[in-house]
T-cell receptor
Framework: ETGVTQTPRHLVMGMTNKKSLKCEQHLGHNAMYWYKQSAKKPLELMFVYSLEERVENNSVPSRFSPECPNSSHLFLHLHTLQPEDSALYLC?????????????????FGPGTRLTVL | AQSVSQHNHHVILSEAASLELGCNYSYGGTVNLFWYVQYPGQHLQLLLKYFSGDPLVKGIKGFEAEFIKSKFSFNLRKPSVQWSDTAEYFCAVNAGGSARQLTFGSGTQLTVLP
């Protein structure tokens, strides 16, 4: 496997379910990100992890819970979601988080998980 | 907070037409600028990037973009589009005040008619 992989690619869940999204990067990067992509809206940054430490949390509801056990893996735990949470959830990684003017914060994206909440 | 505006939501062109997609951002300091492309059913891919130096940046597949600091713009261009360029294009900015954040525009859907 190369690049950034995400599983599952599609997920349908009820509002009372608990599920997890998984992201794995094979690039040796130190920073990982979760984004939400909804129709007709810009990509929304949800969380940023740098060296397994959460460094950004963009006012995301607590029903979304990220976990970064190591620099290669990132999870998004989901519970009691709402139908409006249906979207494409994208994971990305970069060599470092931050560093404007440098070349190491280019982000590489995974294919996303298409989530539908019934 | 930084923001990114893409004024063209949907652009329809015939093959061989020239393309220019607008991107403006709001931040007065140092920025990194990106254009990403998302082909139907595929994941976001980097088209080109600007970090510093020559403001005219060349990317993959014949695309280029010009950073005009005085206009806070980073417009994407291609002299002759192909049907295979049909995709959604996203401009993104990484600014000094919140360098960990990549702020995206809302995207421009490009449809190229054969």
């Amino acid at each position: 496997e190369t690049g950034v992989t995400q599983t599952p690619r599609h997920l349908v869940m009820g509002m009372t379910n608990k599920k997890s999204l998984k992201c794995e990067q094979h690039l040796g990067h130190n920073a990982m990100y979760w984004y939400k992509q909804s129709a007709k809206k810009p990509l929304e940054l949800m969380f940023v992890y740098s060296l397994e430490e959460r460094v950004e949390n963009n006012s995301v509801p607590s029903r979304f819970s990220p976990e970064c056990p190591n620099s290669s893996h990132l999870f998004l735990h989901l519970h009691t979601l709402q139908p409006e949470d249906s979207a494409l959830y994208l994971c990305a990684s970069s060599q470092v988080a931050g560093g404007v003017g440098g070349k190491n914060n280019e982000q590489f994206f995974g294919p996303g998980t298409r989530l539908t909440v019934l | 907070a930084q923001s990114v505006s893409q004024h063209n939501h949907h652009v329809i062109l015939s093959e061989a037409a020239s393309l220019e997609l607008g991107c403006n951002y709001s931040y007065g300091g140092t920025v990194n600028l990106f254009w990403y492309v998302q082909y139907p059913g595929q994941h976001l891919q980097l088209l080109l990037k600007y970090f510093s130096g020559d403001p005219l940046v060349k990317g993959i597949k014949g695309f280029e973009a010009e950073f005009i600091k005085s206009k806070f713009s980073f417009n994407l261009r291609k002299p002759s589009v192909q049907w295979s360029d049909t995709a959604e294009y996203f401009c993104a900015v990484n600014a000094g005040g919140s360098a960990r954040q990549l702020t995206f525009g809302s995207g421009t859907q490009l449809t190229v008619l054969p």
